[in-house]
């Protein structure tokens, strides 16, 4: 135990433990009581079917806005979804300063600008390989390969040791575009001494290496020069080097490129901007892309994971304006489904075929590589750095079991599994879980924030499992004024024999008011209670579901 007045270091996750999405990260030194805080990015998670009506989950910052004062700013590693995704909506509770590299601070900017009414956010942007103080933290970014540019691993370095925070990595010797791991200075870390390493253990349950983009590019060079007629590519918009990698082949074929869907040309704008896309073609409008021969056109289409309002989607239900498929036609998906995404992308996928399109996915050919280490190359990253103890983070239970495992058995002293809300302390002493801070998820619900614990969700899946009865009824001194009125949104119109539901309701709102007794009959509250159990009883004898009843009582 840390003796009184010894200063600690911890690491708290605060998102992205446990699950996969919400990102955030924070380290903070200083005496039990009170220390200086810095996080490490801000993402979001996407909702599934579960949460009907959300959009996005983000993770609840309710700590760091109580330690706003003691918090020195928001490093970000890399500008993917799950890492700076809830930035424009949080950060206004936050108002700390922002540190990025250039591409990563020019797409929040594109996303900002594209967000009408999303706040300015000031961002300190610092150059690939950059190092600066922040507080107590001396901070260096180490650029690392992964499926967007401009990914970063960053040492921590603090009086009490320090920590490389693997973020999102992969090693590939031939990224394509942007720098390779940079395996020279993380070797030197090592050398120097790392006293903790938390990592990445998005892909800790698969043996083996990743291939490299460069192999991707070439399997999709023969694919897109074979096709008979019209292909379409969809791939997460970020993935920048993919991009480049279907212009390259669109080239090589002689074919024009069109680019579909917002995020998409966003993207494109972006990389044009900042000099990733240097060298590549200009591509043609969308608009262009139905005077063009079928074998001289290639569409980079958005969509990959099924979204019913993106590109692919539309197109595969034929509703969109401009981009047309038809029999004969390829498409490839070169992307991974992120689980979750199965049916809807299933769907497209059946829909394009039934229209007699060839669809291609990484089932069959080496299209898409994943951005995160497989086991062999977590082995030489540790090798090289030999941490004295690993964080798992980024990654669900199993993915964080197995890289705790893969760690005790590459010999390093200390594996700490922990969950969201933990507080690790890291040193001095043995690494340990000392405490917990607030933890929890935020939905965008709409325009609005609100929190998960909150009843709008819950009652939203109620809602739509056993529909809703709304009774309306005058009373004056105690007696019912005219018919009371029942409204019924999603329950069965009639029973098993034939009789109305709506009706039975209205005959037992009648006949629960005249059972009551007369003064229970003038007190508003006490009769919507009674009319409120008598009518979801009711309706459930009938149905064998409970509805959800809202009774209004208007007292004259
Ligand atoms: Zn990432
Ligand atoms: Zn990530």
């Not at 903070?28 to 579960?50: H, N, P």
């Not at 040492?155 to 720098?179: E, N």
């Amino acid at each position: 135990m840390a003796s009184q007045g010894q200063d600690e270091l911890v690491f708290a996750p605060l998102g992205g433990v446990g699950e996969i999405g919400m990102n955030l990260s924070v380290y903070g030194i200083g005496s039990e009581r009170k220390k200086t805080w810095v996080a490490i990015d801000l993402g979001v998670a996407f909702a599934g079917d579960d949460l009907p009506g959300i959009d996005l989950i983000m993770p609840d910052i309710r700590f760091l806005v109580e330690e706003r004062r003691n918090l020195v700013g928001l490093v970000l590693t890399h500008a993917h979804e799950d890492h700076f995704g809830a930035i424009l909506d949080l950060w206004p509770r936050l108002r700390v300063p922002i540190y990025a590299t250039p591409f990563t601070a020019a797409l929040l900017e594109a996303k900002r600008a594209s967000e009408p009414g999303a706040p300015e956010v000031p961002v300190t942007v610092v150059p690939l390989g950059g190092r600066f103080t922040l507080g107590p933290f001396d901070i260096e970014l180490v650029s690392v390969a992964h499926s967007i540019p401009e990914s970063n691993s960053l040492i921590i370095r603090t009086k009490l040791g320090t920590v490389l925070h693997t973020g999102d990595w992969k090693l590939d010797p031939t990224p394509i575009l942007g720098l390779p791991t940079d395996e020279k200075k993380l070797r030197a870390l090592g050398e120097a001494g790392c006293l903790a390493l938390v990592g990445d253990s998005t892909n800790a349950v698969r043996d083996g290496r990743s291939p490299s983009e460069q192999d991707v590019a070439k399997s999709l060079t023969e694919l897109i020069r074979s096709a008979p007629r019209r292909v379409a590519v969809t791939t997460f918009a970020s993935n920048v080097a993919r991009l480049r990698a279907v212009a390259d082949a669109a080239r090589v074929a002689e074919r024009e490129v069109v680019v579909v869907g917002r995020a998409m040309e966003r993207i494109v704008q972006v990389a044009r901007e900042t000099g990733y896309f240097d060298g590549v073609q200009d591509f043609r409008s969308v608009e262009a892309y139905g005077y063009l021969p079928p074998d001289k056109v290639v569409a980079m289409c958005t969509g990959s994971q099924g979204e019913p309002r993106a590109a692919l989607s539309r197109i595969a239900e034929d509703e969109h304006p401009e981009v047309t498929l038809s029999r004969g036609d390829r498409v490839i998906f070169s992307s991974r489904t992120i689980p979750g995404n199965e049916k809807a992308v299933g769907r497209i996928i059946n829909g394009l075929v039934r229209q007699g399109i060839e669809v291609i996915t990484d089932r069959t050919h080496l299209v898409h590589v994943s951005g995160h280490p497989r086991r062999g190359e977590m082995e030489d990253l540790y090798g090289w750095v030999k941490p004295g103890i690993v964080v798992p983070v980024h990654g669900e239970a199993l993915h964080l079991a197995e890289h705790a495992a893969l760690a005790r058995k590459l010999g390093i002293a200390q594996a700490v599994e922990c969950r969201n809300g933990d507080v690790v302390r890291l040193a001095p002493g043995r690494a340990e879980i000392i405490d917990e801070v607030p933890e929890g998820r935020f939905y965008k619900d709409g325009r609005l924030i609100v929190d998960a614990e909150s009843r709008t969700v819950a009652d939203r899946r109620r809602l739509a499992y056993v529909g809703v009865v709304s009774v309306a009824l005058a009373v004056d001194d105690g007696v019912l004024i005219g018919d009371p009125e029942v409204d019924v949104i999603g329950i069965p119109e009639v029973n098993a024999d034939g009789a109305n539901i709506a009706a039975i309701a209205l005959e037992t709102v009648v006949s629960t008011f005249e059972q009551l007794p007369r003064p229970r009959r003038r007190d508003p509250d006490a009769v919507a209670e009674s009319v409120k159990r008598a009518v979801r009883a009711t309706i459930a004898a009938h149905w064998g579901k409970k509805p959800l009843c809202l009774v209004h009582v208007l007292t004259v």
